[in-house]
């Protein structure tokens, strides 16, 4: 299986400073198409999982442009420009080149 | 827009079997892959399986043994089955599509969305 490792796992963050959450694969994550199969997920307190990032760095539709998606192969990078408070969760990626399809452990945003 | 939810029991003995049903609404289930989710309290998200409109499967497996999915079209929703349940199968249970990325050379998984809003199943005697 792929292991997906996020770092760090804890992220204290003050509204309006960015953030920047990474995830490394186990293996290369990217495909002969040229796409890197690697997503960001938040999970809001109390809610499931919602899509913020696929392929790498698409934006799903609805997610601020403050939120963006970077990185190839096996590391990869989700930066908040100017974290809000609705930003707190725990921020998930997922690699989908290979099933069994993995998550990395989680990162818990917090505000200061 | 596609929404998903889950229903089942809440409760399932030890050594029997976890049913859970998701219903799809605002768009039809046939052409799309569809997929089980789970996460025990306070852990990480595992994935457990995948299936296809026309009942073809993949599941993860560290679950392959115990896991069952179907689907019915004719109803618009997507089951699971997890038997041999232990506490350790105690989670919170997802369903979510299983979008593609299609390009010339063919599809392949890349994302899920929506998710539905979970559910939670307790194995306990």
């Known amino acids: 299986d792929i292991v997906m490792t996020q770092s760090p796992l804890s992220l204290p963050v003050t509204p309006g400073e960015p953030a920047s959450i990474s995830c490394r694969s186990s293996q290369s994550l990217l495909h002969t198409n040229g796409y890197n199969y690697l997503d960001w997920y938040l999970q809001k307190p109390g809610q499931s999982p919602q899509l913020l990032i696929y392929l790498g760095s698409n934006r799903a539709s609805g997610v601020p442009d403050r939120f963006s998606g970077s990185g190839s192969g096996t590391d990869f990078t989700l930066k908040i420009s100017r974290v809000e408070v609705e930003d707190v969760g725990i921020y998930y990626c997922?690699?989908?080149?290979?099933?069994?399809?993995?998550f990395g452990q989680g990162t818990k945003l917090e505000i200061k | 827009q596609v929404q998903l939810r889950e229903s089942g029991p809440g409760v399932v003995k030890p050594s029997e079997t976890l049913s859970l049903t998701c219903g799809v609404s605002g768009g039809s289930i046939t052409n799309y892959y569809w997929s089980w989710i789970r996460q025990p309290a306070g852990k990480g998200l595992e994935w457990i399986g995948r299936?296809?409109?026309?009942?073809?499967?993949n599941y993860n497996p560290s679950l392959k043994s115990r896991v069952t999915m179907s689907v019915d079209t004719s109803k618009n929703h997507f089951s699971l089955k997890l038997n041999s349940v232990t506490a350790a199968d105690t989670a919170v249970y997802y369903c979510?599509?299983?979008?593609?990325?299609?390009?010339?050379?063919?599809?392949?998984?890349?994302?899920?969305?929506?998710w539905g809003q979970g559910t939670l199943v307790t194995v306990s005697s």
């Open positions: 997922l690699q989908a080149l290979r099933s069994p399809y993995t």
């Open positions: 979510a599509k299983a979008n593609q990325d299609c390009s010339i050379t063919g599809c392949r998984f890349g994302w899920f969305d929506p």
């Open positions: 299936i296809y409109a026309s009942g073809s499967t």
